[in-house]
């Protein structure tokens, strides 16, 4: 099991972004899906600053949900489909615990169900991996009501 570190929200979530981009030959990213697969809404969603292959939009999370990750060299993909499996608050920071549900690489899934079943979540991270210096999400459901490049700042959870 994998343990990552999570953002914690101002009302004490768990929270995770969706992040990365693609450089020349290379390029990685994460997309955050509900346990069927679907996108979720963003609570914040950056629109200043560094942007390019970083952290996009921020997401509450809750155990079932799935973490996509995508990393490639020259097109040639390792993509890894997470469970949340746990999360905890340890030393002043939440955790969350991720089970491999399955993995692409050297050109085949290691479990052919679930790569069918997160299908978009799949290529969202694989397109985002490949999207040259990416600078927003690409695999939200919807914009928060009443968000805003002018209000995100002071609208996040």
């Not at 050109?107 to 985002?128: H, I």
């Not at 991996?129 to 914009?143: G, K, L, N, T």
Request: with cysteine; hydrophobic share 35%; net charge negative.
């Amino acid at each position: 099991m994998e343990r990552i570190t999570c953002e914690t929200t101002k009302k004490s979530l768990p929270a995770l972004w969706e992040s990365g981009g693609g450089r020349h030959n290379t390029g990685n990213a994460t997309i955050i899906c509900d346990p069927a697969g679907n996108p979720k809404t963003p609570v914040y969603i950056r629109t200043s600053g560094h942007l390019a292959n970083d952290q996009h939009a921020l997401f509450i999370v809750a155990v079932g949900d799935m973490v996509v990750m995508s990393d490639h060299h020259r097109k040639d993909h390792i993509t890894q489909i997470y469970r949340l499996a746990k999360i905890t608050f340890e030393g002043g920071f939440h955790r969350a615990y991720l089970e491999l549900q399955a993995e692409f690489s050297s050109g085949e899934w290691s479990d052919e169900t679930m790569a069918l079943r997160f299908d978009a979540a799949v290529r969202a991270a694989q397109v985002k991996a490949e999207s040259y210096h990416c600078r927003e999400p690409i695999y939200i459901a919807s914009q928060p009501a009443g968000l805003t490049a002018d209000t995100q700042g002071a609208s996040a959870a």
